[in-house]
């Protein structure tokens, strides 16, 4: 199969019109999604604390989505100016919706303080605006394949298995041969797709930069990260970023980077992650191999582990939450006792009492390194189990 119509350079790229607006509009350009999470952005500069933070934490805080939308941008039809406000740290903004018949794909948005953009700048937003539409449309409607076998075979521990299959990938101009990310989704919450989210976050994507398909963790997504989109985060986020567009509940791990014929590794690697990602609140499941800390390890210990967590313990952990609670916030803070009774909003007496309550149970001296080593393995692996 060759390579697909909409891959032809007459058809650019989200991050391409982008690029092309800010180079002729002079100024930086922020496009954001439906929900105000970015989509695409130029080179910034001279940008504001709203919009630094936006791009940084991939979208704005609680407040500024607020303050923006109750000024009525989901209803604007056509170019609309939003006020500064100096609480927040916003400069006065221009906003355009980015829409198809009455659905509002995205924002396209411009930072205006002197409010001095002309009706001939604002036509070239308007038509890059179009040019947006037409492009996120099109990839609305680009069936996206279901390549199950293929992505086992490049997860495949045989080596001969993944070069044959890295070969199919590249004639059939599925997958640049660069740089690669794989990301595992597994269901969070009820009615939570996470095959249908994999698939959600390819079509945001360039063509030839994503493959997704299902896999026995639920869903998996392979990414370039020569993709326009993807080349602007840095690589730990694309997690976060995944879960942000897709908008399901669903748990992402991802592995570092790789190649097409490294990818055994990197399905271990994401595999870790997925474990850690699940055992993590439903708002924060997403988990980066990179970054994963402590819980690199503590993930490989089989589930069967916690079985030989000390009785006292065991059951402190399974029917003591306010005193897992405490024990596990000493031992983040190293032991502080200052610093633990701060984190909990306790009096020192009131956590002294409960430090005397954890030790009677468990029988742990939490004087003793080995044995707050021991309690905070047993509470990592509990929540992994």
């Known amino acids: 199969m060759g390579v697909r119509e909409d891959s032809h350079p007459e058809h650019p790229s989200v991050q391409a019109v982008v690029d092309a607006l800010s180079i002729g509009l002079e100024r930086p350009i922020l496009f954001d999604d439906e929900a105000l999470v970015p989509l695409a952005y130029s080179r910034q500069w001279d940008v504001d604390e709203v919009r630094s933070a936006s791009i940084l934490s991939r979208g704005p805080a609680p407040a500024v989505r607020e303050a923006l939308f109750a000024q009525g941008i989901a209803a604007a039809r056509d170019v609309i100016h939003t006020a500064a406000d100096d609480e927040l740290g916003m400069e006065s903004r221009v906003c355009l919706p980015v829409r198809s018949g009455g659905e509002v794909l995205g924002y396209l948005w411009l930072l205006d303080p002197d409010e001095d953009l002309g009706e001939p700048e604002l036509d070239r937003l308007r038509a890059g ?14 069936e996206v394949p279901d390549e199950a076998a293929l992505l086992e075979a490049l997860r495949s521990p045989d080596p001969a298995t993944r070069e044959r299959a890295a070969e199919r990938t590249r004639g059939r101009h599925l997958l640049a041969d660069e740089g690669v990310i794989l990301c595992l989704l597994a269901a969070r919450g009820s009615g939570a797709d996470p095959v249908g989210a994999a698939r959600q976050v390819v079509r945001r994507l360039s063509v030839g930069h994503a493959i997704a398909a299902t896999a026995p963790e639920g869903a998996a997504l392979l990414a370039s990260l020569g993709d326009p989109v993807l080349r602007t985060l840095p690589h730990e986020q694309l997690g976060t ?12 791990g991802q592995s570092a980077e790789a190649t097409l014929t490294s990818l055994d590794e990197a399905s271990r690697q994401a595999g870790l992650a997925l474990r850690v990602a699940r ?13 994963l800390g402590a819980d690199r390890l503590v993930a490989q210990l089989p589930t069967a582990a916690v079985r030989d967590i000390p009785p006292g313990l065991a059951h402190l952990l399974r029917e003591e939450p306010a005193l897992v609670e405490t024990l596990t916030a000493f031992l983040e803070a190293g032991g502080d006792v200052k610093s633990t009774a701060a984190a909990l909003s306790l009096h020192r007496s009131g956590l002294y009492y409960r430090l005397g309550r954890i030790q009677e149970l468990t029988g742990l001296d939490l004087d003793r390194g080995d044995d707050r080593l021991l309690a905070h393995l047993a509470i990592r692996a509990e929540q992994m189990s």
């Open 129 to 142: 605006a179009r040019e947006l539409a037409a492009i996120l449309v099109g990839a609305a409607r680009r």
């Open 241 to 252: 970023w995944l879960r942000a567009v897709a908008g399901t509940e669903v748990a992402v």
């Open 279 to 291: 055992s993590r609140p439903a708002a924060e499941a997403v988990a980066a191999f990179q970054t």
